[in-house]
C-alpha cells in the first residue's frame, strides 16, 4: 500500500457519498486512538474542501492519570494543526451507577450528549468518527451474538441521516496505523481496550483470532455482510413503509388495518409493518420483542374472529372480524404549556424535546434541509415566536401547495394519530403559523437568496444520539 492511496480512498469516499461539502463546519471525535488521529489527519488535508475543523474530547474519567493524559494528548493534536479544541470531563462510572447503565451505554450516552451540544453551539454541519471496517466486523458479531435482526446487523453506515458521518469505515485498523507510522504521527493506547470484560475487547482478542483461523479475511467478510444486509435492510424498511401508508388508517388513538390487506404480506413486509404501527402510536418500540410481533400475526390467522392480546407500554392489539387495530391505553399527558422565543437560544419543551434557534445564512443546498430543520426569513417571521401544540381551527399556508390548508388535515395526511397530534410543535409568529415541526413550513415564513436574516431552527428528540 502506498500512503497516497488511502488518502484518495478516503476523499473518493467523501465526494462519492457526499459525506462532505467545501467549508462544512466539522466537529471531529478524537479520542487520542489510531483511528481518530488518522481522520483528523485526512480531513485536515482535504484539497478544495477548506473545512472549519474543531477537535472535541470527552474525558471519560475512567483510567485516572491516564485519561487525563489523553486529554492533553489531544489538545496538543489540535494545536499542531491549528484547530479548536473542546474538552469535557465526565465521571461515566458515577454516571452508571447513578443510572443504572453498563460502562458502554454510559459512555456512548454521555459522548452524545457532549457531541450534540458542541454541534448546536457551533452550527456545525457534521459530527466526523473514527469507526473503521474492523470496528463493523465487531459491530456485526456483537449483535449477532445479542439475537439482533436485520436491521441490527446492518452495523453502521457511513452516514446516519443525524449528521454524524464515518469516512474510514472502509478502511482497515492495519492500513490505519500504517499511514500513521508513515507520516511519523503518533497516537495514544488505551489500555481498556485489551480489558476481556468487555464484550467488544473479548470478541476482538479472543473471538476474532479463532474465526481467522478458518478464514484470514474474515474481519473484510463480516464488514462485507454488514453492507449487504443494510442495503436489503433499507430496501425493506422502504417498502414497509409504503405498504404502511397504504394500508393503515388512523383511529384517535389507534391504527387499525383490513386483516385480508396485512395477510397477504410477505412475513418480512407484514413484520416491518406492524412495527412501524406500534412505533407510531406510542413513539418508540420500547420492550417490544420479536415474539410480541409473531403473537400479534397469529392474530391474522384463521380462528376466533374476536382476539386481543396485550403487549407492552399499554398497548393492545385487537381483532374485530375483518379488522385489526393498535390501540394505546395510556392516558393523554397534560396540555403542554406555551413557550415564547424573543431571540436566537436553546429552549426547552415537551417530552424532552427541545428547540435550537440560531442565526443562518441561506444554505447551500435548502432543498436537503432535514424535516427537523426549518429556515424562516425574521423580516417575514419576527420575533417573539411561540411554540405550543395544535388547536381545533389551526391553518397554515404550506410552502409549495396551493391556498391554505387546515393542520389536522396535514396531521390526517401523514397518518400522525391524535395523540401524536396533541404533542407536535407548532412554531407561530404572531398569528401566524409558520412550521408545523417535523411537517410542513410555511410559504407566509420562505427564504429567498434575498433574505437578509434567516432564523435557522432545529428540533430535537429526546431519542437522538
Known amino acids: 500500500m502506498t500512503f497516497p492511496s488511502l488518502f484518495a ?11 462532505l461539502k467545501p467549508g462544512d463546519t466539522v466537529i471531529v471525535a478524537l479520542s487520542g486512538g489510531a483511528d481518530s488521529c488518522a481522520l483528523l489527519d485526512l480531513l485536515a488535508a ?17 483510567r485516572g492519570t491516564d485519561s487525563d493524559a489523553d486529554e492533553t494528548f489531544c489538545r496538543l493534536v489540535a494545536k499542531r494543526y491549528n484547530i479548536p479544541f473542546e474538552s469535557r470531563r465526565t465521571d461515566v462510572a458515577e454516571y452508571a451507577a447513578k443510572h443504572r447503565l453498563s460502562l458502554e451505554d454510559a459512555g456512548r450516552q454521555a459522548r452524545g450528549a457532549f457531541f450534540r451540544e458542541l454541534m448546536e453551539g457551533r452550527n456545525a454541519d457534521a459530527l466526523a468518527l473514527g469507526h473503521h471496517r474492523d470496528d463493523q466486523a465487531e459491530t456485526f458479531l456483537m449483535s449477532l451474538l445479542r439475537g439482533a435482526g436485520g436491521q441490527g446487523l446492518s452495523g453502521m453506515s457511513f452516514s446516519n441521516g443525524r449528521c454524524h458521518i464515518r469516512p474510514l469505515l472502509d478502511i482497515t485498523r492495519s492500513e490505519i ?5 508513515g507520516h511519523n504521527l503518533p497516537w495514544r493506547e488505551d489500555a481498556s481496550n485489551r480489558d476481556t470484560t468487555f464484550l467488544r475487547n473479548r470478541i476482538r482478542h479472543e473471538l476474532l483470532p479463532v474465526l481467522e483461523t478458518f478464514n484470514p479475511a474474515i474481519r473484510e467478510r463480516l464488514a462485507a455482510t454488514a453492507d449487504i444486509l443494510r442495503e436489503d435492510n433499507h430496501l425493506l424498511s422502504t417498502m414497509a413503509q409504503g405498504e404502511y401508508d397504504r394500508l393503515a388508517h388512523g383511529q384517535g388513538v389507534s391504527v387499525d388495518f383490513e386483516v385480508s390487506s396485512l395477510k397477504v404480506l410477505h412475513p ?11 412505533s407510531r402510536i406510542t413513539g418508540n418500540l420500547l420492550n417490544i420483542s420479536r415474539l410480541h410481533i409473531a403473537h400479534i400475526a397469529a392474530l391474522l390467522a384463521d380462528g376466533s374472529p374476536n382476539r386481543s392480546l396485550d403487549l407492552p407500554g399499554s398497548l393492545t392489539a385487537r381483532r374485530e372480524y375483518d379488522h385489526i387495530s393498535f390501540v394505546s391505553a395510556v392516558p393523554m399527558p397534560e396540555t403542554p404549556p406555551h413557550v415564547i422565543i424573543h431571540a436566537p437560544g ?41 411554540v405550543r401544540t395544535f388547536m381545533p381551527g389551526d391553518r397554515m399556508l404550506p410552502l409549495g401547495m396551493p391556498g391554505s390548508k387546515k393542520v389536522k ?40 437568496p434575498a433574505s437578509s436574516r434567516i432564523a435557522r431552527a432545529v428540533l430535537k428528540r429526546p431519542d437522538e444520539s
Not at 9 to 19: F, G, P
Not at 177 to 181: I, S
Not at 268 to 278: D, G, Y
Open 177 to 181: 496505523e500504517a499511514w500513521l507510522r
Open 346 to 386: 436553546t429552549f426547552q419543551l415537551w417530552d424532552g424535546m427541545s428547540l435550537h434557534v440560531s442565526s443562518a445564512d441561506y444554505p447551500e443546498h435548502l432543498d436537503r434541509t432535514p424535516p427537523e430543520t426549518a429556515y424562516l426569513d425574521l423580516d417575514s417571521a419576527p420575533f417573539p415566536w411561540h
Open 9 to 19: 480512498r478516503v476523499a473518493s469516499t467523501i465526494h462519492e457519498r457526499k459525506l
Open 46 to 62: 482535504l484539497p478544495d474542501f477548506r473545512l472549519r475543523l474543531t477537535a472535541a474530547h470527552l474525558n471519560h474519567c475512567l
Open 268 to 278: 418480512a413486509l407484514l413484520n416491518r409493518v406492524i412495527r412501524i404501527a406500534l
Open 409 to 448: 388535515e396535514i396531521f390526517i395526511d401523514q397518518k400522525i394519530s391524535a395523540r401524536q397530534r396533541q404533542r407536535v410543535p407548532l412554531v407561530f409568529s404572531g398569528e401566524t403559523l409558520t412550521w408545523v415541526c417535523g411537517l410542513r413550513f410555511s410559504a407566509c415564513a420562505a427564504i429567498s
